[in-house]
């Protein structure tokens, strides 16, 4: 399961209080959205390289940041 994944199967009411107590960053429905729109472009045959520079434009963000934000969602979660 990926962080992406993890994050969508919280329960909307545990996420609020993740989010209000300081476990989630207060920017982390930010960094969803970013996500959800990269996926999105790149399921739509959208090339990988020009998905980050679209969603840069869009999100109104460095194309930087827009690859360490999916490429931190994309990470595998490791349960021991």
């Not at 989630?24 to 996926?39: G, M, R």
């Not at 790149?42 to 690859?67: F, L, P």
């Amino acid at each position: 399961m990926t962080r992406y994944e993890y994050l969508k199967s919280i329960p909307k009411a545990d996420y609020m209080k993740l989010k209000s107590c300081g476990v989630l960053k207060s920017c982390t429905d930010f960094y969803i959205e970013i996500y959800d729109e990269f996926a999105m472009q790149v399921n739509s045959g959208i090339q990988i390289m020009q998905a980050y520079t679209n969603v840069s434009e869009i999100m109104c963000t460095s194309e930087e940041s827009v690859r360490k934000i999916v490429y931190n969602l994309t990470k595998d979660i490791v349960v021991e």
